[in-house]
């Protein structure tokens, strides 16, 4: 697809190849939090075509589609770590909730209160609830959570295009086995809210109504138990096929 004086036609490219970033983008989005929308995707991954057919014309010998799908997905791996936005402070906060999470759990052989959590911290009960009000906005999974290096993490993993890889599949149903047995372990008010927001896809204001509380507080227990569920995901995902 070139041009009459022997140039590669962009136009054509773009209108050949615009499938093959929405395939990507909706291949991404399947294995991410639910915030992630698939037009952003798309939208960066647009970018990344373009960038590829600038940049193809002063590769000779290589074959496009290759090139243009590296390109396609580097933009889109990009714009994902990007959007990772929890502030470092936060997200050590989080750290140190869910790893208070999973100490009280081994030790109760059951969910911890709020102030048996307070306690493990060394913290009071508001200063617990400060840290979970700054954790707000926390993925169940961020990219770097299961990283070995910079050069393999979460995002490389679950987002290449392993549709023939069946070693995937199993990890992916492990984890969605383990992530529904935790969701069925968290206490009661917890999983409501969990129900209200994913399932119902009410948001923090409807949900206080619901459950009588402030639209901060619910922030809050969003933010708890998020930090049950990843400490549970972190201690069972994998060993549970090892």
């Not at 709020?114 to 906005?137: N, P, Q, T």
């Not at 490389?156 to 047995?181: F, Y």
């Not at 935790?182 to 009410?202: H, S």
Request: proline share 3%; hydrophobic share 40%.
């Amino acid at each position: 697809m070139y041009t009459s004086t022997g140039i590669i036609d962009k136009q054509q490219h773009l209108t050949r190849f615009s499938p093959l970033v929405k395939r990507i983008a909706y291949h991404m989005v399947a294995r991410l939090p639910v915030s992630v929308e698939a037009d952003d995707l798309i939208q960066v991954g647009m970018i990344g075509l373009m960038e590829a057919l600038d940049r193809y014309e002063e590769m000779p010998g290589a074959q496009f589609a290759t090139y243009a799908q590296q390109r396609i997905r580097g933009a889109m791996l990009d714009e994902l770590r990007q959007m990772d936005w929890l502030p470092r402070g936060a997200r050590k906060n989080m750290r140190q909730i869910e790893a208070a999470v999973n100490a009280l759990q081994q030790r109760l052989g059951r969910s911890p209160s709020e102030l048996e959590i307070a306690g493990e911290l060394k913290v009071s009960i508001d200063i617990y609830h400060e840290m979970l009000f700054d954790a707000r906005g926390t993925q169940l999974l961020n990219y770097e959570d299961f990283g070995d290096s910079e050069d393999d993490d979460f995002l490389e993993r679950n987002c290449a295009d392993s549709r023939s890889d069946p070693l995937t599949d199993l990890l992916d149903g492990n984890l969605r086995q383990t992530l529904i047995g935790a969701i069925d372990a968290l206490p009661e008010r917890e999983k409501t809210l969990m129900g209200l927001y994913y399932e119902q896809e009410l948001n923090f204001k409807e949900i206080g109504a619901i459950l009588g509380v402030s639209e901060s507080r619910v922030c809050q227990i969003h933010s708890q138990a998020i930090a049950r569920l990843r400490a549970r995901l972190k201690e069972g995902a994998w060993t549970s096929i090892a």
